[in-house]
């Protein structure tokens, strides 16, 4: 399709620790991606099964993490949504839906050793902070560290104001 957007950036960032807790290691992933390939991972908005946005190309391995390549197919009006949203840097975040195999607790957090990749989603705000696209179409992104950072500050908020109102 000519007027599908290419994307691409950090799927899941490998050896830190997420929102929730989770650690995902470096080739938890492999296993799931050579059974099924890189057409079987959905590529959906905000984890929404029934809002398929494009189509993921092909991932790689890499030291940081697993990155993604895709591209927005802009037959949907959300998926041309998404797009515009993307191109403006509004919209950035990676995220990951996946089935865990083998996870152990390591230091406080759950290590997740292999998983079943099932979806990545352009979402708002991504479990893993630095999870993020880092082009569209041609154009390099950039502002990842602020982001990270009011995510994070975000996140310890509402996890004050959860204390404060079970107390």
């Known amino acids: 399709m000519s007027n599908a957007l290419r994307v691409e950036g950090w799927a899941a960032i490998y050896d830190d620790v997420d929102l929730n807790g989770d650690i995902v290691a470096p080739g938890a992933f492999r296993k799931s991606l050579a059974k099924s390939g890189s057409f079987a991972v959905k590529f ?8 398929p946005i ?3 190309l092909r991932f790689e391995e ?8 895709g591209e927005i197919i802009p037959a949907t009006r959300t998926a041309r949504e998404v797009a515009e949203l993307a191109r403006a840097e509004i919209i950035d975040g990676l995220s990951i839906g996946f089935r865990t195999v083998k996870a152990a607790k390591s230091h406080g957090a759950r290590r997740i050793t292999e998983a079943e990749l099932w979806e990545v989603s352009i979402v708002t705000f991504p479990m893993a902070p630095k999870a993020r696209l880092t082009r ?10 602020q982001k990270e950072q009011s995510i994070r500050a975000l996140a310890a908020q509402v996890r004050e104001a959860a204390k404060i109102l079970s107390a």
Do not use: F, K, N, V
């Open 44 to 51: 959906l908005y905000q984890h929404a099964a029934e809002q």
């Open 62 to 69: 890499r030291a940081r993490g697993l990155y993604a390549y």
């Open 136 to 145: 569209i179409g041609d154009e390099p992104l950039a502002g990842g560290a």
């Open 54 to 56: 494009g189509r993921w």
